[in-house]
């Protein structure tokens, strides 16, 4: 399985199912500092690590929820940038929105980008209509852009691992943005 099969397309991305041959570039995301301050460490050290976190964090959800994360890629040079898409939290009555750049990569819009057509597949494709995201309340960066796809602030919220985050919804995922 280490072919994309299921790609979805915006004007500057193609967001595509990760590839074992994403092992470096995995690596190095959910090493950079952000990812570790704002998402957390995931113990990926290695190429092998990152296999490993494909396997088991990328393609086994996607195969039992039948939503995943999608790896971001510039269209202009098939870079991968970021990852953006859907997870499945037990704590949540629906799908968690999450997206990630490399740091060259913020602040371009792409992730914007991304999380749109994933909310926009959400709905028109998968049938889901309610979507949520967590944000650390000092990650401004990201609670702006779920301000600007609609996003609305539910509070705070301590997850069942005793982590404070700041809960957002959408309903009827970006239905005219």
């Known amino acids: 399985m280490d072919a994309p099969t299921q790609t979805l397309e915006t004007s500057r991305l193609t967001l595509r199912e990760a590839a074992l041959s994403d092992s470096s570039?995995?690596?190095a995301l959910l090493n950079d500092p952000s990812w570790l301050e704002n998402i957390g460490d995931r113990g990926?050290?290695?190429?092998?690590?990152?296999?490993?976190?494909?396997q088991n964090?990328?393609?086994?959800?996607?195969?039992?929820?039948?939503?995943?994360?999608?790896?971001?890629e510039l269209k202009s040079s098939t870079l991968p940038i970021g990852m953006c898409g859907l997870l499945k939290r037990d704590f949540l009555?629906?799908?968690d929105l999450g997206f990630a750049l490399l740091p060259d990569y913020v602040g371009q819009g792409y992730a914007a980008e991304a999380a749109h057509a994933?909310?926009?597949?959400?709905k028109e494709k998968l049938g889901i209509a309610r979507l949520?995201?967590?944000?650390?309340?000092?990650n401004r960066r990201s609670v702006k852009?779920?301000?600007r796809l609609g996003f609305n602030l539910q509070g705070p919220y301590v997850t069942p691992q005793g982590e404070e985050i700041d809960l957002y919804a959408?309903?009827?995922?970006?239905?005219?943005?």
Request: aromatic content about 10%.
């Open 57 to 72: 964090n990328i393609w086994l959800p996607r195969q039992t929820n039948g939503f995943g994360m999608y790896v971001l």
């Open 93 to 95: 009555s629906a799908p």
């Open 118 to 122: 994933i909310a926009r597949h959400a």
């Open 145 to 147: 852009l779920l301000g």
């Open 132 to 138: 949520y995201a967590m944000v650390k309340r000092d």
């Open 170 to 177: 959408i309903a009827e995922a970006l239905e005219s943005r």
């Open 44 to 54: 990926v050290r290695s190429d092998a690590d990152a296999a490993h976190y494909i």
């Open 25 to 27: 570039f995995v690596r």
